[in-house]
């Protein structure tokens, strides 16, 4: 008999470090973005201290660190645009004609109008109670799939269907617990949504009712083909709040770096004309102030990329994990 069995979250399923996965895809970001800050600030102090000439010294002799933040202004300044651009590609698709808006409703209600014939009711208007019922279903019809084959005596059929609702019963209880105070807008939504490993349960369904199709009776038949009609309908639905959250974090992405891109330009304005050696004097715990000041500058003027790397890591594992949609694995 096939294994059917599968870990019920993402992060068991990976392949990487569980606490690394943690950090790509659940830490906040601000969070993260604060410790790559505090990562860059420290390195910088620890070489800084450590190296010959000082900083101090080699300020006096060059204009490297002028010459710098010159640099870092037209990176800054460049950045910003891009993320203009980045708000064009959001708004490209909620920008057009009427017609073309209507065409976009049609296709969406055509959608919702088969997920309403498959939960009976009409589906809930939030991103994380509509994935809710969609699991809610493929579980109920997976009940009623195992409940078609109480009767049967052929065991070994029925104990494989058994292993095989009884793993995806699990899977969907996990997910499900996660979505009730799932909130859109946030990690957890998106995170309950790939905890759910409906493509997996999708191939297996496929590959049993195939094995023991002749086998099967016609009800039993038809219960099987009803789960896996419920999980087809799971991928559109998920890819279109990924669709949808991808919109919102490139879009709180955006507002992140523009409120950061300002005070990064006045630091390295203020490094390029304001600061020399004579303009810091003294120490701070032992360690002259002047390499403080440059070491936090260079910090605050790279906190727009910071915050940049610490949205995109998330996005693009997410999209990887994604990428294909139905009973095709990529990887567990």
Not at 167 to 183: G, K, M
Not at 267 to 277: E, K, S, Y
Request: glycine share 6%.
């Amino acid at each position: 008999m096939k294994d059917m069995s599968t870990a019920n979250t993402m992060r068991e399923r990976g392949d990487r470090h569980r606490y690394t996965l943690w950090v790509v895809l659940n830490a906040d970001r601000r969070l993260l973005t604060a410790a790559l800050a505090a990562g860059v600030f420290l390195a910088l102090m620890i070489w800084g201290v450590t190296r010959s000439p000082s900083i101090r010294g080699l300020m006096a002799r060059t204009d490297v660190v002028e010459t710098t933040f010159q640099a870092l202004i037209g990176a800054l300044i460049t950045g910003t645009t891009l993320v203009v651009s980045i708000n064009q590609l959001v708004l490209s698709q909620e920008i057009g004609p009427l017609g073309g808006q209507r065409e976009r409703m049609d296709r969406a209600m055509d959608f919702y109008q088969n997920t309403d014939d498959l939960l009976d009711v009409p589906s809930p208007a939030s991103p994380g109670l509509f994935m809710k019922e969609i699991i809610d279903a493929t579980s109920d019809r997976a009940r009623a799939f195992e409940s078609a084959l109480e009767g049967s005596d052929d065991e070994e059929l029925r104990e494989g269907i058994e292993a095989y609702v009884s793993d995806l019963l699990e899977n969907a209880e996990t997910a499900t617990e996660q979505l009730e105070e799932a909130e859109f807008g946030t990690y957890s939504v998106m995170n309950a949504a790939l905890n759910y490993n409906y493509d997996r349960k999708l191939y297996d369904l496929r590959w049993l009712l195939s094995e023991y199709d002749e086998r099967l009776t016609d009800e039993q038949r038809r219960t099987g083909k009803e789960t896996m009609t419920a999980l087809a309908m799971y991928g559109p639905a998920r890819e279109h709040v990924k669709t949808l959250y991808f919109q919102w974090s490139l879009v709180k992405l955006s507002q992140g770096i523009l409120a950061l891109a300002i005070p990064a330009i006045v630091v390295a304005g203020g490094m390029v004309f304001l600061v020399d050696t004579s303009t810091v004097t003294g120490t701070v715990l032992g360690i002259d102030a002047l390499l403080w000041v440059v070491c936090l500058a260079y910090t605050v003027c790279v906190l727009p990329f910071l915050l940049f790397t610490s949205y995109i890591v998330r996005l693009a594992t997410i999209a990887k994990r994604t990428a294909a949609i139905g009973p095709l694995i990529l990887r567990e």
